[in-house]
């Protein structure tokens, strides 16, 4: 006995027959979506323009459910990167009330003890011994004035806002060759590229490499680097051939700054040579936006 395949032929004509047509194929791209029924199948059931139907609502069904999974991942992704934000922008405001409360805080109080002392000295007679703790309490004020100096140079430093990324850098880097004897190398061209903010931060953390490196070594070489990598990521390197780092506060500091731009600070303590690699890398949307 042999067996014959014939496809139905569908109606061109009636309404009905279109409508009957229509919803087939609305229904068998539902029931693919869910389960996956294949589509010779309905090449069989339906014939050739009833396939092209099912075919055709079963890719709006597929391209719906696709660009819905997609929206909620990009929702999910931008909900992370807000909480990042928002953490970094903590860790960043915890770091500073520390420092205002360990460094210029207690000093102003050591300050008004000293002049407390001072008219004690006074009162008695005491003259000289009043000039000589007078004389240590305007050291400390000076002393303070000048961190409290640093501190609003590093939230956002004049230089680098009147006169732009390299300049900044540049003097930066005159300041410290002049007064540790190291000279630093700079390729940081690319920075003059990057948004406000990104500057701003690649600022601060290149200022505080320098610093920890001229603390733990002195180096007798730092060298800076700023470059642009594939898909937009920028990347700044900046190592020295002193002592290696081995202070965790140090790293931590760096990657609070890194954070506030989605960014990883990466870490190299080389070796038995000595000497320190800090490379941070920064996304595109956060280095231009």
């Not at 010779?40 to 709006?60: S, Y």
């Not at 890194?258 to 996304?283: K, M, Y």
């Amino acid at each position: 006995m042999r067996w014959r395949l014939r496809f139905a032929k569908p109606s061109s004509t009636s309404g009905s027959g279109v409508a009957r047509l229509l919803i087939a194929g609305v229904a068998a791209a539902a029931i693919m979506s869910v389960g996956g029924l294949a589509i010779d199948l309905a090449w069989l059931a339906f014939g050739g323009l009833t396939a092209a139907v099912v075919l055709a609502a079963w890719l709006a069904v597929h391209l719906l459910r696709t660009e819905r999974e997609r929206h909620e991942l990009v929702e999910a992704e931008r909900a992370r990167l807000s909480d990042q934000l928002i953490a970094a922008e903590q860790d960043e405001r915890r770091r500073l009330a520390l420092f205002l409360h360990d460094v210029p805080v207690q000093s102003m109080a050591g300050i008004a003890l000293m002049l407390d002392a001072v008219v004690d000295l006074v009162e008695r007679g005491k003259v000289e011994d009043a000039k000589r703790i007078l004389g240590s309490a305007v050291d400390r004020q000076r002393e303070t004035i000048r961190e409290l100096r640093d501190l609003s140079f590093a939230l956002e430093p004049v230089v680098l806002r009147d006169q732009g990324f390299g300049p900044a850098v540049q003097a930066l880097a005159d300041q410290v060759g002049l007064s540790h004897r190291v000279r630093v190398d700079l390729e940081v061209d690319a920075g003059d590229t990057l948004a406000e903010r990104a500057q701003i931060v690649l600022y601060q953390i290149i200022r505080e490499s320098l610093d920890a490196a001229i603390r733990r070594g002195p180096p007798t070489r730092i060298s800076v680097q700023i470059r642009l990598l594939n898909g937009g990521v920028v990347e700044t390197l900046i190592t020295d051939d002193g002592s290696g780092e081995r202070r965790r506060r140090v790293f931590e500091a760096l990657g609070e700054r890194a954070r506030t731009l989605q960014g990883r600070v990466d870490v190299d303590r080389s070796s038995d040579e000595g000497g320190t690699a800090v490379r941070v890398t920064i996304p595109p949307y956060t280095a231009r936006g």
